[in-house]
């Protein structure tokens, strides 16, 4: 399988628990992005990468967000002390430079549900 | 600020029947990108269509069309003749053109059901 990859697919933590969350993008894209989708809502931009580069944040990644992507590869979402309204689906996607703006491949999502 | 609306939340048909998907977008950019995404039950965004704000030239690909207005900023979807297989969440979204598509803000979508 060539597409993007998340994981877990499906995470239950408790309140105040830290979790992670891993993307490995398609292997020759070097764009890749974090969005957040909840139930019945369309999906809400995170950030993005270029490359190791981190080029754009939104206001809703809180200090408790950090997303990395040291080697350009994969990245990894990290929420700390999670929160009931953190509940969502994490989803991942990735592009190349070059290529027509806005069609982003997307993972089929880590879905989070916080208790 | 951006914004996308779809007032449509949900929409019913039979097989075989048009339908069409409105969105709405409101934006201070003079130069933006529109999209049409589509969420099928297993989750993945599946691209369907970029428009550019300088082109206002409807398209049609197969049994689908889109209607671009920018006078009232509209950018419409319609599938002819639909399938059970077109069954799904559609997700019309927006972007600036400087950032050439890397953030994009969503509208809250549009679920499609198609009966047999």
């Known amino acids: 399988d060539t597409g993007v990859s998340q994981n877990p697919r499906h995470k239950i933590t408790k309140r105040g628990q830290n979790v992670t969350f891993r993307c490995d993008p398609i292997?020759?894209?070097?764009?890749l992005y974090w969005y957040r989708q909840t139930l019945g809502q369309g999906p809400e931009f995170l950030t993005y990468?270029?490359?190791?580069?981190?080029?754009?944040k939104s206001r809703l990644l809180s200090d408790r967000f950090s997303a990395e992507r040291p080697k350009g590869s994969f990245s990894t979402l990290e929420i700390q002390r999670t929160e009931q309204g953190d509940s969502a689906m994490y989803l991942c996607a990735s592009s190349l430079t070059g290529t027509l703006p806005g069609e982003l491949f997307f993972g089929e999502g880590s879905r989070l549900t916080v208790l | 600020a951006q914004k996308v609306t779809q007032a449509q939340t949900e929409i019913s048909v039979v097989e075989k029947e048009d339908v069409t998907l409105d969105c709405v977008y409101e934006?201070?950019?003079?130069?933006?990108?529109l999209f049409w995404y589509k969420q099928p039950p297993s989750g993945e965004l599946v691209f369907l269509i970029r428009r550019n704000s300088f082109d206002e030239q409807n398209e049609i690909s197969g049994r689908y069309s889109w209607n671009f207005q920018k006078s009232t900023s509209s950018f419409n979807f319609t599938i002819t003749a639909s399938q059970v297989v077109d069954s799904a969440v559609y997700f019309c979204?927006?972007?600036?053109?400087?950032?050439?598509?890397?953030?994009?803000?969503f509208g809250g979508g549009t679920r499609l059901m198609v009966k047999p």
């Open positions: 292997s020759e894209h070097n764009r």
């Open positions: 979204a927006l972007s600036e053109f400087n950032n050439a598509g890397n953030m994009l803000t």
């Open positions: 990468f270029q490359n190791e580069a981190q080029l754009e």
């Open positions: 934006t201070r950019d003079t130069t933006y990108y």
